[in-house]
């Protein structure tokens, strides 16, 4: 039975949200493969532990009780073997970068342009909300087929679907603590449901090009589709994990670009630097902070920890990313660091499908932002509030520029 540190137990969820890096960094010195009381869970928290996991066979998926209670079964995060295989032939081919190469410019340019425009006579804005947030979402959700639904819908689904999937504290019964976040988990799928099921009403006989069209009818035997109950679970996973992802990962790259003002010149000055910067954004504030988990097959040792059968531990790639035995200053953002791989999409068959689509959004979405601002500088008046411990970015960035 391995022993949990005492200043373990006192860990609260209020503090991982708020700022998870403090609990974590004594985590990767102390105990890299830890059980935290609060999540019911050990943590992997060093990037040797982290990729350990992801990729042995000793692990399989398994999704969090919140977020499965948030999503439902089966979603793509947390299932294996033949459904896991499935899932992935159904999204997988839109996403592949030869594929993404096709359509990403004409899918995204012409929506960044568009709300760079609509802030560009201001002078001010707020770059999550009134930027960064919207392109991602517009991005995805006509991919998906959602062009109906407007950005402020998309955004208000992801945030919902995130303060419930997160809501990981349970007491010392394994009950969950607050039930009010499941509620807006809960609010959120009833309106997706209310407007996607005509649209899979229309698909299953009306096919066309969009995503879930696609994931209704590929690989299908003739005149057969997926079932809808089996598609909606991975579908929620798309409008929270993969909408929110590029969003967050544009700000924190812009955040820290705003931490280093050389390199901000230089990447506005080169725009070749931007996947560079993107790459550096998402290690030094991971979108997916801590958010995926993986159940043990059998009895195993990770990082000199025993971990029994049917244990859960929760991959924190996050924390992975500020690891010092792999980075120098993990905590400073540095485009020009050695480019040292990061784990911000995982790791293992469960590696995010979409690393490429995310990348792609992010450098046209910031290509158009600092080619029609290119005096973008930071509101010093605002502070910079990040949050989030399963997923994390900037909750604002007030920003400026002479007009």
């Given at each position: 039975?391995?022993?949990?540190?005492?200043?373990?137990?006192?860990?609260?969820?209020?503090?991982?949200?708020?700022?998870?890096?403090?609990?974590?960094?004594?985590?990767?010195?102390?105990?890299?493969?830890?059980?935290?009381?609060?999540?019911?869970?050990?943590?992997?928290?060093?990037?040797?532990?982290?990729?350990?996991?992801?990729?042995?066979?000793?692990?399989?998926?398994?999704?969090?009780?919140?977020?499965?209670?948030?999503?439902?079964h089966?979603?793509?995060?947390?299932?294996?073997?033949?459904?896991?295989?499935?899932?992935?032939?159904?999204?997988?081919?839109?996403?592949?970068?030869?594929?993404?190469?096709?359509?990403?410019?004409?899918?995204?340019?012409?929506?960044?342009?568009?709300?760079?425009?609509?802030?560009?006579?201001?002078?001010?804005?707020?770059i999550?909300?009134?930027?960064?947030?919207?392109?991602?979402?517009?991005?995805?959700?006509?991919?998906?087929?959602?062009?109906?639904?407007?950005?402020?819908k998309?955004?208000?689904?992801?945030?919902?679907?995130?303060?419930?999937?997160?809501n990981?504290?349970?007491?010392?019964?394994?009950?969950?603590?607050?039930?009010?976040?499941?509620?807006?988990?809960?609010a959120?799928?009833?309106?997706?449901?209310?407007?996607?099921?005509?649209?899979?009403?229309?698909?299953?006989?009306?096919?066309?090009?969009?995503?879930?069209?696609?994931?209704?009818h590929?690989?299908?035997?003739?005149?057969q589709?997926?079932?809808?109950?089996?598609?909606?679970?991975?579908?929620?996973?798309?409008?929270?994990?993969?909408?929110?992802?590029?969003?967050?990962?544009?700000?924190?790259?812009?955040?820290?670009?705003?931490?280093?003002?050389?390199?901000?010149e230089?990447?506005?000055?080169?725009?070749?630097?931007?996947?560079?910067?993107?790459?550096?954004?998402?290690?030094?504030?991971?979108?997916?902070?801590?958010?995926?988990?993986?159940?043990?097959?059998?009895?195993?040792?990770?990082?000199?920890?025993?971990?029994?059968?049917?244990?859960?531990?929760?991959?924190?790639?996050?924390?992975?990313?500020?690891?010092?035995?792999?980075?120098?200053?993990?905590?400073?953002?540095?485009?020009?660091?050695?480019?040292?791989?990061?784990?911000?999409?995982?790791?293992g068959?469960?590696?995010?499908?979409?690393?490429?689509?995310?990348?792609?959004?992010?450098?046209?979405?910031?290509?158009?932002?600092?080619?029609?601002?290119?005096?973008?500088?930071?509101?010093?008046?605002?502070?910079v509030?990040?949050?989030?411990?399963?997923?994390?970015g900037?909750?604002?960035?007030?920003?400026?520029?002479?007009?």
């Open positions: 039975m391995t022993r949990t540190l005492e200043w373990i137990e006192t860990v609260t969820m209020a503090e991982l949200e708020r700022n998870p890096y403090p609990v974590y960094e004594r985590l990767r010195a102390e105990a890299p493969v830890a059980y935290v009381p609060v999540l019911d869970a050990f943590v992997a928290s060093t990037r040797e532990a982290c990729h350990a996991v992801a990729t042995s066979d000793d692990f399989e998926a398994i999704i969090t009780p919140a977020g499965g209670r948030t999503f439902g089966p979603a793509i995060i947390g299932v294996n073997g033949a459904v896991h295989d499935d899932l992935r032939s159904m999204v997988e081919p839109a996403l592949q970068p030869s594929e993404v190469d096709r359509w990403i410019d004409g899918l995204v340019r012409p929506i960044a342009r568009r709300y760079v425009e609509a802030i560009e006579a201001g002078g001010s804005a707020d999550v909300a009134q930027y960064c947030e919207p392109v991602s979402v517009r991005a995805l959700g006509d991919l998906l087929g959602l062009a109906s639904v407007s950005s402020d998309l955004r208000e689904w992801f945030h919902k679907l995130s303060v419930s999937f997160t990981a504290e349970v007491d010392t019964n394994g009950e969950f603590t607050n039930q009010e976040r499941f509620a807006a988990g809960d959120a799928k009833a309106e997706i449901r209310a407007i996607v099921d005509p649209l899979i009403d229309h698909w299953v006989s009306h096919p066309d090009d969009s995503a879930i069209s696609h994931w209704l590929d690989g299908m035997p003739e005149g589709t997926r079932d809808r109950e089996y598609i909606y679970p991975t579908l929620y996973v798309f409008l929270l994990g993969a909408m929110q992802e590029p969003g967050h990962a544009m700000a924190s790259t812009i955040a820290g670009l705003f931490t280093q003002p050389d390199q901000l230089a990447v506005i000055d080169e725009p070749s630097l931007l996947p560079r910067a993107i790459s550096e954004g998402m290690r030094w504030t991971s979108p997916i902070w801590s958010a995926t988990a993986r159940i043990a097959r059998r009895d195993t040792t990770v990082a000199g920890v025993e971990v029994r059968e049917g244990a859960v531990v929760i991959l924190s790639y996050g924390s992975a990313n500020h690891d010092t035995g792999t980075y120098d200053a993990p905590t400073e953002f540095d485009v020009t660091r050695p480019p040292v791989p990061h784990l911000a999409f995982g790791a068959n469960h590696a995010c499908a979409g690393i490429y689509f995310a990348n792609q959004v992010c450098r046209i979405g910031l290509e158009e932002l600092f080619e029609t601002i290119p005096n973008l500088e930071r509101d010093t008046n605002s502070e509030e990040f949050w989030g411990w399963g997923f994390r900037p909750t604002a960035l007030q920003v400026k520029w002479e007009v």
